[in-house]
């Protein structure tokens, strides 16, 4: 029986943590920077709790499915507007290594996207 409550406590506890870890990635983020690719705009991310991502990219407007539990990544394939953009402003690398990423942590008031080869920064958007 004490087998029992202990695996009861410590799953519960488990829950919890990855709770917080899960409320901690959930918000509103500016892009500072794709390691390696020059990105114009002002890309936004909004991760939400039950893992649906969206937001704007250099030209385009994209949204999805987390299809791991935070903070586990893979966020696959993203559904895009198809604007007519004036300039290219690094769209395709940009949503190539989000489609990359598969894990993020909060440092600070920063958001960190990592994959393989790449590593994505944003910042928390100012309410």
Known sequence: MRKLILALTLGLAACGAES??????AGEYTLIAVEGVEVSGQPTLRIAEDGAVSGQGPCNLFTGQNRAA??????????????????????????????????????????VMTGPDVTIRWRAATQ
């Open 70 to 111: 935070l903070p586990a990544l893979d966020l696959g394939a993203l559904a895009t507007t198809r604007r007519a953009c004036l300039q290219e402003g690094g769209e395709h690398a940009f949503f190539q290594a989000l489609g990359a990423v598969r894990e993020a942590r909060r440092e600070g008031d920063e958001l």
């Open 20 to 25: 917080d870890e899960t409320a901690q990635i």
